[in-house]
């Protein structure tokens, strides 16, 4: 039976958390559950909805956590499951929802069901996992790639057989096709249910299912660099993704997970898409209110920020759209934070301004947001020596791409100690990441005393949002394309809003689109109505009534 659900996720602001680096709290220079729940405060006073944990479940911690050994248990250098119902109960009480993330392509080949499977071709779990046969030369079956880089195919001696892996050789994908392994799956998702989680993040949610021919991917040819999921370094980019992922049995898959998700109350669910074309792929998953809630992908998670391309980008959704629902993120654990990734040439003296008018822009958009830790400070993407780094995708890319480390560093909640908070020295122990001395000045406690800060924006801007229905809910229509300027009118039960965003570092005018009154209260500035005209700042962001 389908439970009353209030739709809180539409148009909801999503903060996630990763664990490992927000705050340990038993100085073993790990984040932990328990120090989690001492900062959910920092989230609520935020103006967040939501909370999404990054994986904190049982693990070998070859991909710190997404690689699962246990789905139903707390891996014990994150806590117990008692301290995530102390967790739980606590975001609760504050007003949050708490989404966990499940990584449901793949699992550790530590798990007890791909023990079993790889003992033999006949035992009870032998197919649930993809294995294959070698070809007549011994080389895998096909061309497929690892995202991680080399082949997706490893071989097993137990078995004889190749086993498909698309990430690490130790992150075995499992075979969707076998309907036990379906039904294992959903019994997982309905534990964590009934345990009270508000929702799920869903890890490479399109990569379910593969083509069940193996046939070879298309050449693609030698990549450009501008794929922000995929740096130039990997040979991943030169193929075209065709029979590996996004298979369209995983619609009917995504329609029994919904299913189960919607006997729960006010639930949700966000798919991550990896995909040749994940704006048109977030609309297929998310369209019909039978599949996912809603879905992002990478396109606002790459270098380009500029006017036209973002028009491009949201030009497209709209074309492809639907009945569909994006949730726009412009930082996550596995990309360069956005102050580096954007700030380019006009770094460091327009840093503040690009990123109040990044936030700004993402507070407006039609959709869900996320917020990934840190970006309400600013923090700039870490420097990591080779000798200190853990991510295992950049110890294989080294030097051309240095891996995800940069945006996981421990997250700084005190200026002055010299573990910036985080609490990994109480016992002798280092932090897992080094901190980064680049993000120091821009502690929490530094920025809670200052008015004009970005912790501070961020709050008055997302409390400014929840004042205007229109940003919330509405719909969007993008204005004609400008060389600096991007803009859009939302409009929700008669409220039509103009939104105006300079993304250059010049000074810029727009043609006003009607009759406008400027809105003041987001903390937003550096727009202004003259004489008929829109006249912007360098970074400057309007917002203002349309009648």
Not at 337 to 348: C, Y
Request: glycine letters at 10%.
């Amino acid at each position: 039976m389908k439970a009353a659900n209030n739709g809180w996720w539409r148009g909801g602001v999503i903060y996630q958390i990763y664990p490992r680096s927000f705050q340990d709290s038993n100085g073993d220079g790990i984040g932990d559950l328990p120090g989690i729940t001492r900062r959910l405060e920092h989230v609520a006073r935020l103006g967040a909805d939501a909370i999404w944990l990054s994986p904190f479940f049982k693990s070998p911690m070859k991909d710190f956590g997404y690689d699962i050994s246990d789905y139903r248990d707390v891996d014990p250098m994150f806590g117990t499951l008692a301290d995530f119902r102390t967790l739980v109960d606590r975001a609760h009480a504050l007003g949050l929802k708490v989404m966990v993330d499940q990584v449901y392509s793949h699992t550790s080949d530590q798990h007890p069901w791909f023990v079993e499977s790889r003992a033999s071709r006949s035992n009870a779990r032998a197919d649930w996992y993809v294995w294959a046969d070698a070809r007549d030369d011994g080389t895998p079956p096909n061309n497929w790639l690892s995202i991680f880089g080399g082949s997706a195919w490893q071989w097993d001696t137990r078995r004889r057989q190749y086993y498909l892996h698309n990430f690490l050789t130790s992150q075995p994908d499992l075979n969707f096709h076998h309907p036990e392994v379906q039904q294992a799956v959903l019994d997982c998702v309905k534990f964590w249910l009934d345990f009270g989680v508000d929702g799920y993040r869903l890890d490479v949610v399109n990569f379910y299912f593969h083509d069940r021919l193996l046939r070879d991917n298309p050449a693609r040819g030698a990549p450009d660099g501008s794929d922000p999921a995929v740096p130039a370094a990997n040979p991943y980019g030169w193929q075209w993704h065709r029979h590996d992922k996004s298979q369209p049995e995983n619609l009917a898959f995504l329609q029994r997970l919904r299913a189960l998700v919607d006997a729960y109350p006010d639930t949700t669910m966000v798919g991550e898409i990896g995909d040749d074309d994940g704006l048109a792929r977030v609309a297929e998953y998310t369209s019909g209110g039978d599949k996912l809630h809603m879905a992002y992908c990478f396109d606002l998670l790459g270098t380009a920020h500029d006017a036209p391309f973002l028009h491009r980008v949201f030009a497209r959704f709209a074309e492809v759209a639907g009945s569909g629902w994006p949730c726009w993120a412009i930082s996550n654990h596995d990309i360069t934070r956005v102050a580096t990734r954007w700030s380019g040439v006009a770094a460091p003296a327009a840093l503040p301004a690009l990123l109040r008018a990044a936030a700004a822009l993402q507070a407006s958009l039609r959709g869900s947001l996320c917020i990934y830790q840190g970006d309400e400070l600013g923090l700039p993407e870490a420097e990591i020596a080779f000798e200190d780094l853990q991510d295992p995708y950049g110890i294989t890319m080294w030097p051309e791409f240095k891996g995800r480390d940069g945006c996981r560093t421990p997250m700084p909640w005190e200026a002055g100690p010299p573990d910036l908070g985080f609490g990994g020295t109480a016992h002798g122990a280092r932090p897992w990441l080094p901190v980064a001395e680049s993000q120091r000045a821009l502690a929490v406690d530094r920025q809670e005393g200052d008015p004009q800060s970005l912790l501070n924006f961020y709050r008055q801007l997302l409390a400014w949002r929840r004042t205007q229905p229109a940003l919330v809910h509405g719909e969007m229509e993008l204005l004609p394309r400008h060389p600096q300027v991007l803009a859009f009118v939302r409009s929700h039960q008669g409220q039509r809003l103009l939104c105006a965003f300079n993304f250059s570092d010049g000074p810029a005018t727009l043609a006003a689109p009607g009759a406008l009154t400027p809105l003041e209260g987001s903390g937003a500035s550096g727009g202004r109505v003259v004489d008929g005209r829109l006249d912007f700042d360098a970074w400057g962001v309007l917002h203002a009534r349309l009648a």
